[in-house]
């Protein structure tokens, strides 16, 4: 399932996002509050953490016959662990430009990426694929992650990203 998410600039301090998950769009109002720093984002309190921002139904049944059905939702910290070691394990080493910088085999790039992947994840704007599933096994307390998009908000303004 391919999500995507755009963000488009309203005024000075309010930006709207559209989340994509194939022809269904939702759409929330996402404000730049203004505190300590100008650069800092927060999350609006007027809008539920996590959202569950869709459901849909797979296209293609399972090895057992079965037709997946997804919810689409805001990542939350109990996955924060499972998304990072799959960004910094296998993301890392498959993807294009990180297989060819080797990425993978340097321990800097890892942890500093990871870094910069948690930062993002505390956003509380991420989002999740989870295989809805009719009984969650003992051994897992939610359904599996079927997909992920770590997404955050940056600004030329910002200052420059270091892992220190």
């Not at 953490?49 to 109990?78: H, M, N, S």
């Not at 499972?82 to 340097?106: G, P, W």
């Amino acid at each position: 399932m391919l999500l995507s998410l755009c963000y488009h600039k309203v005024s000075q301090d309010l930006y709207y996002c559209r989340y994509k998950a194939e022809a269904l769009s939702v759409i929330h109002i996402a404000t730049m509050e203004t505190g300590a720093s100008e650069s800092a984002w927060k999350r609006p309190a007027s809008l539920p953490y996590p959202t569950v921002w869709l459901t849909r139904i797979g296209k293609k049944p399972l090895a057992g016959g079965k037709v997946p059905k997804f919810i689409i939702q805001c990542a939350t910290e109990d996955m924060y662990d499972e998304i990072l070691d799959y960004m910094c394990n296998i993301f890392s080493r498959d993807e294009h430009l990180s297989a060819t910088m080797k990425v993978a085999d340097d321990p800097v790039s890892i942890k500093e990426s990871r870094v910069q992947w948690f930062r993002y994840l505390k956003m509380n704007i991420s989002v999740v694929a989870l295989l809805e599933v009719d009984e969650i096994s003992e051994s897992r307390k939610r359904p599996r992650i079927a997909g992920f998009n770590i997404l955050g908000i940056s600004r030329k303004t910002d200052p420059k990203f270091t892992s220190d």
